[in-house]
């Protein structure tokens, strides 16, 4: 029924965001005749539709014989004067406030309201869900930088923090309320008895499953009525737009909050709050500065103009002092290196507050965003007692990193969630914790001081994390790459340079050319940028190049210092091999994702004696060169008609493949880089001696 209202406006209200706002008011003014009508059955008086309003009671409305344009008049005019209405509450008033039609079509009106129709209230959970799925459409509200939160990724977040029936909970930054309704539905499913909860999987359509709440309904029947009183008092949330405020009143209503604490406020410029703090924040802020930056009042301990900044420093400054959050920021609040990003991650780290960082897949926020973001998993009273900080990288939340954000299977954010919680009951007890050996993601743990003696004390896990991802032989040496090679930076500009006799050697797989060089010898290019565009740090490949060539200036490139010890191919077959585990980690950034290229001097590769190195490659480059024949053989045996060439194409495709599997069984460069976990086996019998 929400598509089908949709559908309706849509020829009048092409705005999704309008569309919303249309829907919202004309359900709350049916909901409001419905409550009338309850109250009249039980005995009791209208409120709502009494006085000079009886005449634009519901049933008026949709009464039989009234003509279309007196409906329009009506209708129109009914809800421009209800925020007067002094039967009905402040939150509804506060609903109606600057309301209006925004067409003038009767039969679009008439349809509209008779879908409106089929809907009642009833004091379920389905009209707030209903409500949620008709939220999900906002997707974005992108002048103001906000992106509206997955309802998985906002689940996650609840269940980390674990909010408490005690606990005070705050959304500094609440958009339509998503955060404190899952906080509210997961305090009810910790305050219920195993039969009251419904124990039944959560099934929705496939495209409704990014906007649906994985939390199973449950009554909350172990909480008091004092309790269910304070856990109403204890939700409260902000937000600087009045049509947010308005959403999330709603919602909240719709879920069982009589009257919601939502507050029209300006979190970062506002101070008549700033005394007030909370026992848990949950947030995903806008990320995006207006032009000139934000003008913030000067309480804030750091200062920048900079909103993903003033959010954080605000989420910290209100915390009580064993309070919790989870909060989603981009990735720059990691790795920047201006003065107020610094001060800030010190703060995290040396004050006590971060425990668990978690890394997102780069298309949460799709379509409306590739940027790249962390959740910040802060707890006051268990990171006093850590040393170290737990870092977790989720690859796959369930959905493709495309546009179309479908389904698909080995999410990885259940796995997440129970070893996080597994980390801090660890904690809790004072007991060791180890990450399960079986778990499919990759989680780490990094000590505070390591972090906070970094460069800039940078939160970027996976860069102390490197010499751990360099999977190797044991009886192998690694060695540093600034030990054996020389790095240089490109000087010619992709785009600009005049082309001419010499190859410019560009990220992509075909080279341009350039009417003059930079290096002359034998080097690995290296890409700095990210080949996939904004949010995703990818390398697509990686060049070798011999003689004189010219470079872009997005790339750099490896020279060996000592070509009697290195094969610069090798290097190059283990860097391409190795690139996602090796390089790709190194890339950083929100939306412009890059890497320096004094980054690789530290990089760790396995090199075995000369000899090994120039076996691999021979090897490499025969089975290359064979693979090609044999692609060409099978072509020729399916194009030919001539029998006398096909048994001939057979003849050389079996000798090829012979040729191949022998060749394959010799060392290679997957023999440098068996898969995670300890080298077992032994290496192919080499024709030189053992390194």
């Not at 039944?200 to 309790?227: C, F, K, M, Q, Y």
């Not at 900079?306 to 920021?329: M, N, Q, T």
Request: proline letters at 6%.
């Amino acid at each position: 029924r929400i598509d089908t209202a949709r559908d309706i406006l849509v020829g009048k209200v092409p705005d999704p965001k309008s569309q919303v706002e249309q829907i919202t008011i004309a359900l709350i003014y049916k909901f409001m005749a419905d409550m009338d009508a309850e109250a009249e059955e039980l005995g009791g008086r209208r409120k709502f539709f009494s006085g000079d309003y009886l005449r634009y009671g519901w049933a008026k409305l949709m009464r039989s014989g009234l003509g279309g344009h007196e409906m329009l008049n009506l209708y129109a005019e009914a809800i421009g004067k209800m925020p007067e209405n002094p039967g009905i509450p402040v939150l509804f008033r506060n609903i109606f406030k600057n309301a209006f039609l925004p067409y003038r079509d009767p039969e679009t009106l008439r349809s509209f309201l008779k879908v409106i129709d089929e809907f009642e209230y009833d004091h379920s959970e389905r009209l707030g869900d209903a409500f949620e799925y008709l939220l999900s459409v906002l997707g974005s509200q992108g002048d103001a930088g906000q992106f509206r939160t997955p309802r998985h990724i906002i689940d996650l977040i609840v269940a980390i923090v674990d909010p408490k029936k005690t606990e005070t909970i705050l959304d500094p930054a609440c958009g339509t309320a998503g955060f404190l309704i899952s906080a509210y539905k997961h305090i009810l499913r910790a305050n219920s008895s195993p039969e009251t909860i419904d124990s039944r999987p959560v099934s929705v359509d496939a495209d409704r499953r990014l906007d649906s709440s994985s939390i199973p309904p449950a009554r909350g029947d172990l909480l008091t009525p004092d309790e269910r009183a304070q856990l109403a008092e204890n939700l409260s949330g902000y937000d600087i737009s009045p049509d947010m405020v308005r959403l999330s009143l709603v919602n909240m209503y719709l879920h069982g909050f009589a009257e919601p604490h939502i507050t029209e406020y300006d979190t970062l410029t506002g101070e008549e709050r700033w005394n007030e703090l909370a026992d848990v924040i949950l947030a995903n802020p806008p990320f995006m500065t207006p032009k000139g930056g934000i003008r913030p009042h000067r309480r804030f301990s750091v200062q920048s103009r900079r909103s993903e900044v003033l959010f954080l420093d605000y989420f910290l400054e209100h915390l009580a002092p064993d309070g919790k959050a989870g909060v989603i920021v981009p990735e720059g609040i990691h790795f920047v290196a201006h003065s107020a990003h610094v001060q800030l991650r010190r703060m995290l780290l040396e004050a006590g507050f971060l425990l668990v960082d978690i890394t997102l897949p780069h298309g949460v926020f799709k379509p409306y965003a590739s940027v790249k973001t962390h959740i910040l998993l802060i707890d006051r009273r268990l990171a006093r007692r850590s040393d170290s900080v737990l870092f977790v990288e989720i690859e796959n939340d369930g959905f493709t990193q495309t546009d179309t954000r479908e389904p698909i299977t080995g999410s990885q954010i259940s796995v997440a969630k129970d070893e996080i919680l597994r980390y801090k009951s660890a904690l809790m007890e004072g007991r060791n914790w180890k990450p399960l050996k079986t778990s499919p993601l990759r989680l780490y743990t990094v000590r505070k001081m390591e972090l906070l003696n970094g460069e800039g004390s940078h939160l970027l896990g996976r860069w102390h994390d490197l010499p751990n991802r360099v999977i190797h032989r044991p009886d192998v040496p690694l060695v540093r790459m600034g030990d054996i090679c020389d790095i240089r930076d490109g000087l010619s500009p992709n785009m600009a340079t005049p082309p001419g006799d010499f190859a410019l050697v560009v990220p992509a797989e075909d080279r341009k050319t350039a009417d003059h060089w930079d290096y002359d010898g034998k080097a690995i290019c290296i890409p700095l940028v990210s080949s996939s565009g904004h949010g995703k740090a990818d390398i697509k490949r990686i060049h070798y190049e011999e003689g004189r060539f010219a470079l872009a200036t997005t790339m750099c490139a490896a020279f060996a210092k000592d070509e009697s010890a290195v094969n610069l191919r090798y290097l190059h077959l283990f860097l391409s091999a190795a690139c996602d585990d090796l390089l790709v980690p190194l890339m950083c950034g929100a939306t412009n994702v890059t890497m320096a290229s004094s980054q690789l001097l530290d990089v760790l590769v396995p090199m075995p004696e000369r000899p090994l190195q120039d076996e691999v490659v021979e090897n490499e480059l025969v089975r290359g060169r064979l693979s090609d024949m044999l692609m060409a053989a099978r072509s020729l045996s399916q194009v030919s008609t001539n029998p006398e060439i096909r048994e001939l194409a057979e003849q050389v495709i079996l000798e090829l493949e012979n040729a191949l599997e022998s060749v394959s069984a010799k060392l290679t460069i997957a023999h440098f880089i068996p898969k995670r976990g300890s080298f077992s086996g032994e290496p192919p019998e080499s024709s030189t001696s053992a390194a």
